[in-house]
């Protein structure tokens, strides 16, 4: 069955960095899209990031664009979400997503 196991969060100041990763099983990783999805205290859960099998085609919420950036490596069934210049805003539970299904939520706390 589909697997999806998130790590790399925690707590970073204003203008950190953090990166996430998540590592897929169950599943032929190299030929689906995978997502990054988050959801902050009291709001919908919004896609952050996607990228298509080949890592060809990315796709980036506005919020994050010039910030973020989403990669995989398919040798190693692992999508990455590299995220810079990190705002308050950016607070949330992350989540990875292939074939509808969910990782594990993964908190991400920015603050001073």
């Known amino acids: 069955q589909v697997q999806l196991v998130a790590s790399g969060g925690g707590l970073v100041q204003p203008g950190g960095s953090l990166r996430l990763s998540c590592v897929a099983s169950?599943?032929?990783?190299?030929?689906?899209?995978m997502s990054w999805y988050r959801q902050a205290p009291g709001k919908e859960r919004e896609l952050v990031a996607r990228i298509t099998g080949g890592g060809r085609t990315l796709t980036y919420a506005d919020s994050v664009k010039g910030r973020f950036t989403i990669s995989r490596d398919n040798d190693k069934n692992t999508v990455y979400l590299q995220m810079n210049s990190l705002k308050l805003e950016d607070t949330a539970v992350y989540y990875c997503?292939?074939?509808?299904?969910w990782g594990q939520g993964i908190q991400v706390t920015v603050s001073s």
């Open positions: 997503s292939a074939l509808l299904k």
């Open positions: 169950g599943f032929t990783f190299s030929i689906y899209t």
